[in-house]
C-alpha cells in the first residue's frame, strides 16, 4: 500500500491481503500448518526459495497482516509479530546483544523490562547502567566502549517523563549503539520514534494497538537489516510467536487506534485540567499541562499527550487509597491502554517490589495515583474521582 496515504487510512487498510473469497474483513487464519501441492513445493518453502507459508511458528497470513499494517504506521520497513510485549524485548535483545556487551537504559522502564536486564540477560553476560530519562548527559556519561544499545519509554510510567528522542538518538548513533523505544505509551497514532531517529520500536500490542484489554500481543518495528531478517530467524527457532486470533484482535483495533488515542488523549487533558483545579492535589503529572517539565518537548514531539496521567493527593497513601476506593465506575486494575478507565497506586502495586528509598528517589510517593484515561464521559469520571477526593 501507499506509503503517504495518512495514518488513520494506514491503521484501517495496510497490509491486508484477501483470499480467493474476496472476504472484505481480515480472515482470520487458525491453522498450525500448510499444506504443499508437492514434495518439490514443500522442499521449496523449506529452502526459503518459495515464499509461501509452511507452520505458524514462522509465519502465517493474519499475522503477516497484522505485522505490515503496523509497520506502515510506525513508517518502519518491516515489523515481527510476538507473543508480548516482554517477548518484544526479549527478542530485540536476544537478537542485538551478546555475552560482554553493555546496555544503557532510562531508569523509568516498564519494571518487568528492569528485571529482563538485571535478572535474566545479566545472566548471559550483558550489563545494564540506568540513567534519567531526561538527562541527555547522564546517557552521554554512561556510555562504554561496548555500549551496543540504549533503550527508553516515552513517556514514562507514571510520571509521564518526556525523553528527547532526536538528542539521545545522536548520541547512541555515536557511541555505535542501537536506540530502541518503547512507544507502548503513544503508539505510533502520537509519535513515530523511528522518524525522530529510533533505530527500533518496540510495543506492547496487549495496551493501546488492541485498545480493549482483550489480548496480549507485542511487536518489533525497524529496518529489515535490524528487524525483519534477523528476528524472524530468531522467532522461528526460539518461538514466542504470535497466535493468529491474537493477532486478528489486534488488527481490528489498529483499525480505530487513532480515533482513539486522539479521544483518550483528549478526555486526559480535560481530566488533568480539573485535577490541578483541586485543593486535595498536589501535583498533576501530564505532559499535556503546560506546568509539565517537558511539555515544550512533548508538544514537539508528540501529537497528543497521551491518556495516562498521574496525580498527588495530600494525605499520603490513605487518602490516595481512598481515592481508589471510592470509585464506582473506573476500574481499580494495573492494566493501562483500554477504552475502560483504570486507576492504580504505584507505591504499592506495579512499583511496590522496590524498597522504599528507591521508590522514593524515583518520585513515586505514598500520596501518588495513575489513571490510564479511556473513553468514558469525562464529567463521569471527574465526579467518580472527586467522591473520594472529598471523602474524609
Ligand atoms: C511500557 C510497557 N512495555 C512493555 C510491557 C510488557 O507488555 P506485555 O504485558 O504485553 O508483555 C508493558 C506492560 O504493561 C508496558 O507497560
Given at each position: 500500500m501507499a506509503k503517504d496515504y495518512e495514518l488513520q487510512t494506514l491503521g484501517v487498510r495496510a497490509g491486508q491481503a484477501r483470499t480467493e473469497f474476496q472476504e472484505h474483513s481480515e480472515a482470520l487464519f487458525l491453522t498450525s500448518s500448510f499444506v504443499f501441492k508437492s514434495a518439490k513445493q514443500a522442499a521449496a518453502r523449506f529452502a526459503g526459495e518459495d515464499e509461501g507459508m509452511v507452520y505458524t511458528r514462522y509465519t502465517n497470513p493474519t499475522v503477516s497482516m497484522l505485522q505490515e499494517r503496523l509497520a506502515a504506521l510506525e513508517g518502519a520497513e518491516s515489523c515481527v509479530a510476538t507473543a508480548s510485549g516482554m517477548s518484544a524485548i526479549l527478542t530485540t535483545a536476544m537478537t542485538h546483544l551478546k555475552s560482554g556487551d553493555h546496555v544503557v537504559c532510562s531508569n523509568a522502564v516498564f519494571g518487568a523490562t528492569i528485571q529482563l536486564f538485571n535478572n535474566i540477560l545479566s545472566r548471559f553476560g550483558v550489563e545494564t547502567t540506568y540513567v534519567s530519562p531526561t538527562k541527555a548527559d547522564e546517557w552521554q556519561r554512561a556510555v562504554r566502549p561496548n555500549t551496543r544499545m540504549f533503550f527508553l519509554e516515552t513517556?514514562?510510567?507514571?510520571?509521564?517523563e518526556v525523553s528527547d528522542i532526536a538528542a539521545l538518538s545522536a548520541i547512541a548513533k555515536k557511541a555505535g549503539a542501537l536506540l530502541v523505544v518503547d512507544n507502548v505509551f503513544c503508539t505510533p497514532a502520537l509519535q513515530r520514534p523511528l522518524a525522530l531517529g529510533a533505530d527500533i520500536v518496540v510495543h506492547s500490542a496487549t495496551k493501546y494497538l488492541d485498545g480493549q484489554g482483550r489480548v496480549i500481543a507485542g511487536a518489533v518495528a525497524g529496518p529489515k537489516a535490524l528487524v525483519g531478517d534477523p528476528m524472524t530467524a530468531f522467532l522461528r527457532t526460539a518461538g514466542p510467536t504470535l497466535s493468529p486470533f491474537n493477532a486478528w484482535v489486534v488488527l481490528k483495533g489498529l483499525e480505530t487506534l487513532q480515533l482513539r488515542m486522539l479521544a483518550q488523549s483528549a478526555a486526559a487533558l480535560e481530566l488533568a485540567r480539573w485535577l490541578e483545579s483541586r485543593k486535595e492535589v498536589s501535583r498533576v503529572f501530564y505532559p499535556g499541562l503546560a506546568s509539565h517539565p517537558q511539555h515544550e518537548l512533548a508538544s514537539r514531539q508528540q501529537r497528543a499527550a497521551g491518556a495516562v496521567l498521574s496525580f498527588e493527593v495530600k494525605g499520603g497513601r490513605a487518602a490516595a487509597w481512598r481515592v481508589i476506593d471510592s470509585t464506582r465506575l473506573v476500574s481499580v486494575t494495573?492494566?493501562?491502554?483500554?477504552v475502560k478507565t483504570t486507576i492504580v497506586h504505584?507505591?504499592?502495586?506495579?512499583?511496590?517490589?522496590?524498597?522504599p528509598e528507591a521508590r522514593a528517589a524515583a518520585g513515586i510517593t505514598e500520596g501518588l495515583i495513575r489513571v490510564a484515561v479511556g473513553l468514558e464521559a469525562v464529567s463521569d469520571l471527574t465526579a467518580d474521582l472527586q467522591r473520594g477526593l472529598e471523602a474524609e
Open positions: 513517556p514514562s510510567n507514571p510520571l509521564t494495573a492494566n493501562l491502554g483500554d504505584p507505591a504499592s502495586t506495579t512499583h511496590g517490589r522496590i524498597s
